[in-house]
């Protein structure tokens, strides 16, 4: 079994690998991460619901319940359109998705779902620390030897 410094340090490397994922998901050059893009819902010819990006950079408001003007909204929800866009501003900072990460480690349950070998290293730290943690057969003749010869030095 690893000593409780390996299992913290690990686990300090496993969420900092977490956030670093974050950090490229929310920060990197794609629509759904554009301060001026909102999902707009719509229902198809076929009763589908289908959705589409909408930038909304030349609108009041970014918000799609405020209203817009219609000849001032443009399409974007592929990639390359986000690529070559000037007007591209990134709806996180990187405080706020360190914020956001932090929050989910708080909740129980996004935690286990998410991330559950964080829960594991915490367990086993958890475990270490109470030290009701498993020992084997080697370690308990060891201590049981020690016991003998600290006696005898006693006595």
């Not at 690998?17 to 198809?44: G, M, V, W």
């Not at 591209?88 to 998410?114: C, D, G, N, P, W």
Request: some cysteine; glycine content about 2%; hydrophobic content about 35%.
């Amino acid at each position: 079994m690893r000593s409780s410094g390996a299992v913290y340090r690990k686990l300090k490397e496993v969420k900092f690998h977490h956030l670093i994922s974050l950090y490229k998901r929310y920060l990197r050059k794609s629509p759904e991460n554009c301060r001026y893009n909102a999902p707009y819902q719509f229902i198809d010819s076929e009763e589908k619901t289908q959705e589409i990006r909408l930038c909304l950079l030349h609108q009041e408001s970014t918000s799609l319940s405020d209203g817009v003007y219609p000849n001032l909204v443009d399409v974007c929800q592929a990639l390359k359109d986000c690529a070559n866009c000037n007007a591209f501003v990134v709806r996180y900072s990187r405080e706020q998705i360190k914020e956001l990460f932090e929050k989910e480690l708080a909740t129980k349950k996004i935690k286990e779902s998410k991330y559950p070998d964080i829960c594991a290293l915490e367990w086993v730290l958890e475990k270490s620390c109470v030290g009701t943690g498993p020992i084997n057969w080697i370690q308990r003749i060891y201590f049981e030897l020690k016991k003998l010869i600290l006696r005898n030095k006693i006595l």
